[in-house]
T-cell receptor, first 115, second 110 residues
Framework: NAGVTQTPKFQVLKTGQSMTLQCAQDMNHEYMSWYRQDPGMGLRLIHYSVGAGITDQGEVPNGYNVSRSTTEDFPLRLLSAAPSQTSVYFC??????????????FGNGTRLTVT | GDSVTQMEGPVTLSEEAFLTINCTYTATGYPSLFWYVQYPGEGLQLLLKATKADDKGSNKGFEATYRKETTSFHLEKGSVQVSDSAVYFCALTSGSRLTFGEGTQLTVNP
């Protein structure tokens, strides 16, 4: 039972480089989301999706793109990395839009450093 | 907008001590409230939840009561263990978004 799988676990980029953080879940969850975790700021929502083909912006979407072509996968793209994007990124999913009876399941995170 | 405020950390306790981590919130409507826990090197896991006023969530010896009159959801445990060392996040959901507090680092020493 894999749950939510994120790859890679660690990544170092130079300013201006692009990359994609991968996220896959095997629980047939409709809702998927990306958060970044920074010291003293908790987790902030970047983008989310309520189903295949549907995405929306969260609290801090600038500099990130997402797509949802399948229920299982929700990749996060950095088109031109900046040092401000140095963070730990978490993918999370739930059965339906987050509510009292649909808690989030988190991946183990990707630690990204942009130099 | 919605917001969650947690007590500042880090918190360091000895084994078997009593734990309280304060959490207050601001939200429109009637949010559901959660505590998530993050062990080192892992993602967050749901610890407990409460979906309406006066509900008490509990799990693994931890408890929190949804207090609408004080807009609070304080986390408590009567006797902490070394294995409880982790970061604890209070969160609320109103609609489709989950809003997190900044997290409180707990270290329990033997």
């Amino acid at each position: 039972n894999a749950g939510v799988t994120q790859t890679p676990k660690f990544q170092v980029l130079k300013t201006g480089q692009s990359m994609t953080l991968q996220c896959a879940q095997d629980m047939n969850h409709e809702y998927m989301s990306w958060y970044r975790q920074d010291p003293g700021m908790g987790l902030r929502l970047i983008h989310y999706s309520v189903g295949a083909g549907i995405t929306d912006q969260g609290e801090v979407p600038n500099g990130y793109n997402v797509s949802r072509s399948t229920t299982e996968d929700f990749p996060l793209r950095l088109l031109s990395a900046a040092p401000s994007q140095t963070s730990v990124y978490f993918c999370a999913s739930s059965y339906s839009e987050t509510g009292g009876n649909s808690p989030l399941h988190f991946g183990n995170g990707t630690r990204l450093t942009v130099t | 907008g919605d917001s969650v405020t947690q007590m500042e950390g880090p918190v360091t306790l000895s084994e078997e001590a009593f734990l309280t981590i304060n959490c207050t919130y601001t939200a429109t409507g009637y949010p559901s409230l959660f505590w998530y826990v993050q062990y080192p090197g892992e993602g967050l896991q749901l610890l407990l939840k409460a979906t309406k006023a006066d509900d008490k969530g509990s799990n693994k010896g931890f408890e929190a009561t949804y207090r609408k009159e004080t807009t609070s959801f304080h986390l408590e445990k009567g006797s902490v263990q070394v294995s409880d060392s982790a970061v604890y996040f209070c969160a609320l959901t109103s609609g489709s978004r989950l809003t997190f507090g900044e997290g409180t680092q707990l270290t329990v020493n033997p």
